[in-house]
């Protein structure tokens, strides 16, 4: 049974029972109390608001301009495509961080020895 014939089910089998409901409230039988006549309204409200609440998501379900299989289909997509760009950035940044390490370590090591070179070179000038 697919979410739509579900969603009217329930709603074909809430309405039966408030009609009920409410005829037996009608009936020529002995007054209720006060007590079971509250909680009857209140036990209304609730229904008839969960009523609006599955009408709602009925006309969602059966709306022709929205195809909720194909709108899950395609952001599965998309989301599966940003997952692997994700994945390469984080590569990418890996790759980039080791690469800015190495620079700096090999301009350590080069600024030692040229350092030196540097000092020789000035003293020759003067």
């Given at each position: 049974?697919?979410?739509v014939s579900y969603l009217e089910d329930k709603l074909d089998r809430?309405?039966?029972?408030?009609?009920?409901?409410?005829?037996a409230r009608k009936s020529e039988s002995p007054k209720s109390?006060?007590?079971?006549?509250q909680h009857l309204k209140a036990l209304v409200r609730v229904c008839e608001k969960f009523m609006a609440d599955i009408r709602k998501h009925l006309d969602l379900a059966t709306d022709?301009?929205?195809?909720?299989?194909?709108e899950v289909l395609t952001l599965r997509k998309e989301n599966a495509a940003l997952?692997?760009?994700?994945?390469?950035?984080?590569?990418?940044?890996?790759?980039?961080a080791e690469s800015v390490a190495r620079c700096k370590?090999?301009?350590?090591?080069?600024?030692?020895?040229?350092?030196?070179?540097?000092?020789?070179?000035?003293?020759w000038k003067n």
């Open positions: 049974m697919g979410w809430l309405n039966s029972d408030l009609d009920s409901i409410r005829r109390t006060l007590d079971s006549e022709p301009d929205v195809d909720v299989a194909d997952q692997m760009k994700v994945g390469i950035l984080a590569d990418t940044e890996t790759k980039l370590q090999l301009r350590k090591d080069f600024d030692g020895p040229m350092a030196g070179l540097q000092r020789i070179i000035l003293s």
